[in-house]
Nanobody, 124 residues
Framework: QVQLVESGGGSVQAGGSLRLSCAAFGSDYSFYRMAWFRQAPGKEREAVACIIDGGSENYADSVKGRFTISQDKGKNTVYLQMNNLTPEDTAMYYC??????????????????WGQGTQVTVSS
């Protein structure tokens, strides 16, 4: 059974950085697309970034220029480097993965595998 396990969350002050990791276990094949989503208290889950086949990257407008997604296909792991964090980035961050190439990369519905989430808290 495939499992996604996130790590790297924590508490930082505004302007700080964090690096999230998400490792996939239970699969002999690397995922074609992996992504990060987040959900703040009282808000709907939203897309943050996604990466296709370890190369093409897509970002939500709110994180462009501050966050970078990357994928190590050999380790079946996706990373999210988050710089210049603001309190508005406070949320539970989830990674997601799929072997499918159908649908928009930042669309939640295309992903069949999800992690349990890692909390990111940014204080002002």
């Amino acid at each position: 059974q495939v499992q996604l396990v996130e790590s790297g969350g924590g508490s930082v002050q505004a302007g700080g950085s964090l690096r999230l990791s998400c490792a996939a276990f239970g699969s002999d094949y690397s995922f074609y697309r992996m992504a990060w989503f987040r959900q703040a208290p009282g808000k709907e889950r939203e897309a943050v970034a996604c990466i296709i086949d370890g190369g093409s990257e897509n970002y939500a407008d709110s994180v462009k220029g501050r966050f970078t997604i990357s994928q190590d296909k050999g380790k079946n792991t996706v990373y999210l480097q988050m710089n210049n964090l603001t309190p508005e980035d406070t949320a539970m961050y989830y990674c997601a993965a799929t072997w499918s190439s159908a649908g928009t990369c930042l669309l939640q519905l295309v992903y069949g595998y999800w992690g349990q989430g890692t909390q990111v808290t940014v204080s002002s």
